[in-house]
C-alpha cells in the first residue's frame, strides 16, 4: 500500500453513478482514500467531485466525534494515572510490537 493512500472499500465510480442517477438517494462520507502524502500538498479525496451534489454530506473524518468524546478520553486518562498511581493493572493498554 502507498503511503498516504487507504485501501478502497467503496467502488467511488459506482457511488458517483448511483447517487448521479437517483438509484442511490443520498450519501454521507466521512474517509477518504487519497490523503495528502507531504506536508502542505493539497490533493482532493477523489477524482469525483461529490461535494458538488446536493444528495451528499462530507465530513473531514470526523463523524465519530461526538460532545462527549474528549471529556470521556480525559476520563479514562484521568483514571488510569489514578491505577498507576496506586500500583493497579492499567485499562484499555495498545500493545506495540
Avoid: C, K
Avoid at 462520507?29 to 446536493?54: I, K
Avoid at 488510569?80 to 510490537?97: D, K, S, T
Amino acid at each position: 500500500m502507498q503511503r498516504g493512500v487507504r485501501d478502497p472499500v467503496v467502488d467511488e465510480d459506482a457511488l458517483d453513478e448511483a447517487l448521479r442517477s437517483g438509484q442511490l438517494g443520498g450519501a454521507a462520507l466521512d474517509v477518504w482514500y487519497a490523503y495528502p502524502s507531504a506536508p502542505g500538498e493539497r490533493r482532493q479525496p477523489s477524482r469525483h467531485p461529490f461535494h458538488t451534489l446536493p444528495n451528499v454530506l462530507m465530513t473531514p473524518h470526523s463523524s465519530g466525534l461526538t460532545r462527549h468524546t474528549f471529556s470521556a478520553r480525559a476520563a479514562d486518562i484521568a483514571a488510569n494515572i489514578r491505577r498507576l498511581a496506586a500500583g493497579e493493572e492499567l485499562m484499555n493498554i495498545v500493545e506495540y510490537p
